[in-house]
């Protein structure tokens, strides 16, 4: 009987797990949420910058739509979306008493590492303008029809090369419509064709003015 006691308290001695056992486990438990935080990570990063694209190419769209609306003839009057590397602002007007009145809306990138660049990938060092004329047309400051091109980029910086994981595009074609894209590069496209207009004159009855004078 004592042997049959002693045989049955090491058979169940060695049943037990191993310190060695228990480690491996903890290392393969703390590799497998290592991988997906990482994946989270990365997928809040693509949301975020997703969310940020989307808002630039809103502010294109209301500043083009805007313009539109008021048949705004040169820049004093016309709505504008106004970059950096950043932030962004979007300038419409609004009738406050009477009287219409710009209105800027800035949105910041600050402490999204998030950034704001040029169609090549390099973030904008200075502001660059983009404003809408009364056709919805993209134009510079002298009225000089563009179709700018930007990248909204995560991790602080463009990669190169440009990747969709990280790169979203804002494109505004020559007709004024605003596209948002991959990292891929826009199709070239050309100015609209047709017949030029007899006059550019608007009936004054039909515009929303802003006071301001054209020189």
Do not use: H
């Not at 630039?56 to 048949?71: G, H, P, T």
């Not at 200075?126 to 400051?141: H, I, L, M, P, W």
């Not at 891929?184 to 009936?203: E, F, M, R, W």
Request: charged share 15%.
């Amino acid at each position: 009987m004592n042997w049959m006691r002693r045989s049955n308290y090491t058979t169940r001695g060695q049943d037990g797990t191993t310190v060695v056992e228990i480690l491996i486990v903890c290392v393969i438990i703390a590799v497998v949420a290592g991988f997906a935080l990482m994946q989270r990570g990365s997928a809040n990063e693509q949301f975020q910058r997703q969310n940020v694209a989307r808002g630039l190419k809103v502010a294109f769209e209301r500043a083009r739509f805007d313009s539109v609306k008021r048949r705004a003839e040169c820049n004093g009057d016309q709505a504008k979306v106004v970059l950096n590397g950043t932030s962004f602002i979007l300038t419409s007007f609004e009738n406050q008493g009477g009287a219409m009145v710009a209105v800027p809306r800035t949105t910041s990138l600050a402490g999204q590492n998030i950034v704001i660049a040029d169609s090549a990938g390099a973030t904008l060092s200075t502001e660059n303008s983009v404003y809408f004329n009364q056709r919805g047309e993209a134009v510079d400051v002298s009225g000089v029809l563009i179709s700018p091109s930007f990248l909204v980029c995560g991790g602080g910086a463009c990669p190169d090369p440009l990747t969709n994981d990280r790169v979203n595009r804002i494109y505004v074609s020559p007709t004024g419509t605003v596209n948002m894209l991959g990292a891929q590069t826009p199709p070239s496209l050309g100015s609209p064709g047709g017949t030029a207009p007899v006059t550019d004159a608007i009936n004054d009855n039909l515009v929303l003015s802003t006071g301001f004078t054209c020189p």
